[in-house]
């Protein structure tokens, strides 16, 4: 009797455990980083002008949400310090170790306007998002998160999404924030299909890459892409500040949605794989 | 040194799920946790179709994926290759269901019973609420094996000291033991058979080996 050479795989399931709440960590985590990354870069556009507090105030906000949310799932909430204990190599401790800081220096920042701390706390941000995205990368059991490329994803959602919250909230005015929304949102996109084109030739599950073919994600890329046309268009003069604030909600709300398909919804495992059929009919020693 | 590790030939397993029911009966593990499990796996198609069982569960990795995600250090990895989860640690965050390829992690939310509110006598006797809200999983039985040792036992050999999924096989398809001694049975088993470990490509160095086919030179 010949063995099949084709490995046998039990059916790919959708991960269940981590839900909204998680999703909103994320969300959370990059709108707000994000926000403090565009204030940041804002300062630099307008050299011994104010920084804007609010933009700092409003990234603590959906940091601290996001860690909310991610408190209100864990199966011990009372024991979340406990989150501290791994520095060496866990992506969620340093995350936890990087959150305090931000939220710091954020507030101290906004309260001062002084600009290195606002410098301080733009690393800070970044660091945090870099921490979310290797939370998702060290995720192994999930071909739609271990993949290498959800790093770059990840850092570009949270730049959209934190320069399109920054639009809306009230730098629409300002040439500079447009362009880089604008430029975010188009990094997002080439990462976002680069990330497509990896999943595609890692032989991710099915159930995964049907979610690209998705109605609902088709249409989340064409309002994307419907954002990235109103931010180009506010800076070539048409529509003004509503038309680039129209356009950064959307970067905002594509960018909340993308996330919680991905977290909720395309996060399917690995699933159990047998390299090779038993060979019976023979003895089998003992 | 030692590094216990199990054994699975799939020649002769038969899917009759005995260890997955000696598991729970022995450690009380609630409806749907399942530390050992068999997959029914069907291949081909009509009417060359195959169906095979493979027992699974924590594969007690070289490199577990779930410990470096760990932010408790709940997880930890004994020096004889068990992978042990402390649960007055765990928080429950879940990270390292996500990292873990194997699907052998689990975590619930409340005290259940198979049957509703009453429970059985073994749940009565084992049911712990300090496994409520932390991820469990299998631990190779390590309090059996450490008390068999202790005894003087030989893990994989003497009943007393071997896990009591592979202790209740009805068919010999699982065994345990160190892999580290070559006169061990299941170092004897690997050097005659044919196997292959499960997601190897993703450098985790499982501790479970699946036995397929004869060496050919055997």
Redesign the interface.
């Given at each position: 009797m010949t063995?099949?050479a084709?490995p046998?795989?039990?059916a790919a399931?959708r991960?269940r455990?981590?839900d909204w709440r998680a999703a909103g960590n994320f969300i959370g985590g990059g709108t707000g980083s994000g926000l403090v990354l565009a204030a940041a870069f804002a300062a630099l556009l307008e050299p011994g002008g104010p920084i804007r507090a609010w933009a700092l105030l409003a990234g603590m906000a959906c940091v601290a949400a996001g860690l909310s949310l991610?408190w209100l799932e864990?199966?011990?909430?009372w024991?979340?310090l406990?989150?501290?204990?791994?520095p060496q190599?866990?992506?969620?401790?340093r995350e936890?170790i990087v959150a305090g800081p931000l939220l710091a220096c954020s507030a101290a920042a906004a309260a001062s306007g002084s600009g290195a701390l606002l410098a301080g706390a733009a690393l800070l941000a970044a660091a945090y998002l870099y921490c979310q995205a290797r939370?998702l990368r060290?995720?192994?059991?999930?071909p739609a998160?271990s993949h290498p490329r959800v790093v770059p994803l990840i850092l570009a959602c949270g730049l959209a999404e934190g320069s399109g919250a920054m639009l809306l909230l009230g730098g629409a005015d300002s040439a500079g924030l447009v362009a880089l929304a604008l430029a975010a949102t188009l990094a997002r996109e080439a990462a976002r299909e680069a990330y497509r084109r990896g999943l595609l030739a890692s032989a991710a599950p099915a159930q995964t890459l049907a979610w690209f073919a998705h109605p609902l994600t088709r249409a989340l890329q064409g309002l994307r892409l419907l954002a990235a046309l109103l931010m180009l268009a506010a800076l070539a003069g048409v529509g003004g500040a509503a038309m680039a604030a129209t356009g950064g909600a959307i970067a905002l709300a594509t960018g909340w949605a993308l996330k919680l398909i991905l977290i909720t919804r395309a996060a399917y495992?690995?699933?159990?794989?047998?390299?090779?059929?038993?060979?019976?009919g023979?003895a089998?020693?003992? | 040194m030692t590094r216990y590790a199990m054994v699975a030939?799939?020649?002769?397993?038969v899917g009759c799920q005995t260890c997955t029911a000696a598991c729970k009966e022995t450690r009380g593990t609630p409806p749907g946790v399942q530390w050992r499990r068999v997959?029914d796996?069907?291949?081909?198609e009509y009417p060359d179709v195959?169906r095979?069982f493979?027992p699974?569960g924590c594969q007690h990795c070289d490199e577990p994926?779930c410990?470096?995600?760990?932010?408790?250090?709940?997880t930890r990895k004994r020096g004889d290759g068990i992978v042990t989860i402390e649960e007055t640690?765990?928080?429950?965050?879940?990270?390292c269901?996500?990292?873990?390829?194997?699907?052998a992690r689990y975590?619930v939310?409340e005290t259940v019973f198979a049957f509703g509110e009453q429970a059985m006598p073994h749940e009565g006797r084992l049911a712990d609420k300090a496994r409520?809200?932390?991820?469990t999983k299998c631990d190779f039985c390590a309090g059996r094996v450490d008390a068999g040792v202790a005894r003087g036992l030989v893990p994989g050999v003497d009943a007393a000291a071997t896990p009591v999924c592979a202790q209740s096989c009805i068919s010999?398809a699982l065994q345990f033991g160190d892999i580290d001694d070559p006169a061990s049975p299941v170092s004897k088993?690997l050097a005659?058979?044919?196997w292959?470990r499960?997601?190897e490509e993703?450098g985790?160095g499982p501790g479970f080996y699946?036995?397929?086919?004869?060496e050919a030179a055997?």
């Open positions: 063995h099949m084709n046998a795989a039990a399931r991960q455990h981590w991610v864990i199966g011990k909430p024991r979340a406990n989150v501290f204990f791994h190599t866990s992506w969620m401790t936890g939370i060290a995720s192994r059991a999930i998160w495992r690995r699933g159990a794989q047998m390299l090779q059929q038993p060979v019976r023979r089998a020693r003992r | 030939d799939l020649r002769r397993c997959l796996i069907e291949t081909g195959r095979s493979m699974t994926p410990l470096e995600v760990c932010p408790s250090t709940a640690l765990c928080i429950g965050c879940s990270a269901i996500m990292a873990c390829p194997y699907d975590m939310d409520v809200g932390v991820v010999g088993l005659e058979n044919r292959f499960m997601h993703l985790t699946y036995l397929w086919d004869q055997a």
